[in-house]
């Protein structure tokens, strides 16, 4: 299998403290199946240096010379964090994941940003894929999923936390997940973890659920071609349209006793 979403990276966000950590978090992965692992540091949020691009650089090059002694192998993502001159600091900076096209996104848990479609289409203008991070712990796409079943017409993709579909951060979370899961609005599983305890890296489980509602080969997929695909800057294939989850649902029509 293959985790896209891992905050490995030593001493720079709420991820890894230290190296032996990461290892230990590499060494989780590895005996659930994992044998490659993205690392997305935070940009813009919950980092501990905020704007320090050449820490941030260091950081990464020390952590690629210790790369080559973990179990499972090791590639480059980030995960963006929504703010106005987002399109400038890609300009700048290399935060796809292995180079490609593809780009995590992250809006904030408890709502959009106003424009979220006109700014993901500007990112997607600058030739970049947009994945929306772990939307199923948005509070506005778990209230009205016709928002994300939009934003993946446009093009973009989402991913969906493996905790999240078992039910770890809660019943709403998890009946987003099934939700964009039923309605293929998640392209990608992946663990978001952030250390050995509990926010692990770990997918196996997550699959055997995801296979009760998509099926065994849509499930295996969200870890295996389809990250492949990504790390590799193909398009990731036809898995299904994706669906209106709101389609069809009931609404109250009020009639005034003057209309007829």
């Known amino acids: 299998m293959i985790d896209l979403h891992v905050h490995l990276l030593p001493d720079w966000d709420d991820g890894a403290v230290t190296l032996e950590e990461a290892r230990a978090m590499a060494d989780i992965a590895r005996r659930d199946g994992i044998m490659k692992i993205a690392v997305t540091p935070h940009i813009f949020r919950m980092t501990r240096n905020e704007g320090d691009w050449a820490g941030l650089a260091d950081r990464t090059a020390r952590f690629k010379e210790a790369a080559g002694e973990f179990p499972c192998e090791i590639y480059w993502g980030a995960e963006v964090f929504v703010q106005?001159?987002?399109?400038?600091?890609?300009?700048g900076h290399d935060l796809t994941i292995n180079g490609s096209a593809y780009?995590?996104?992250?809006?904030?848990?408890?709502?959009?940003?106003?424009?979220?479609?006109?700014?993901?289409?500007?990112v997607m203008l600058e030739g970049f894929i947009p994945i929306i991070s772990h939307p199923e712990r948005n509070a506005e796409f778990q209230a009205r999923p016709r928002l994300l079943y939009e934003i993946v017409?446009?093009?973009?993709?989402?991913?969906?936390?493996?905790?999240?579909?078992?039910?770890?951060?809660?019943?709403?979370?998890?009946?987003?997940?099934?939700?964009?899961?039923?309605?293929?609005?998640?392209?990608?599983?992946?663990?978001?973890?952030?250390?050995?305890?509990?926010?692990?890296?770990?997918?196996?489980?997550?699959?055997?659920?995801?296979?009760k509602i998509t099926g065994r080969a849509k499930a295996e997929a969200l870890v295996t071609d389809i990250p492949q695909a990504i790390l590799e800057n193909r398009e990731i294939g036809d898995w299904g349209e994706p669906e209106d989850p709101e389609r069809g649902r009931k609404t109250w029509l009020i009639r005034l006793p003057w209309k007829k």
């Open 153 to 211: 017409k446009m093009n973009c993709l989402a991913q969906v936390t493996a905790k999240s579909i078992l039910g770890g951060f809660g019943p709403e979370a998890k009946r987003a997940a099934e939700i964009f899961l039923k309605h293929n609005l998640a392209h990608i599983i992946a663990s978001d973890a952030h250390d050995t305890g509990a926010r692990p890296p770990r997918l196996r489980r997550a699959v055997e659920e995801a296979a």
């Open 84 to 91: 106005p001159d987002i399109v400038e600091s890609l300009r």
């Open 103 to 122: 780009i995590f996104i992250e809006f904030a848990a408890e709502a959009l940003l106003p424009g979220a479609k006109e700014f993901l289409f500007d």
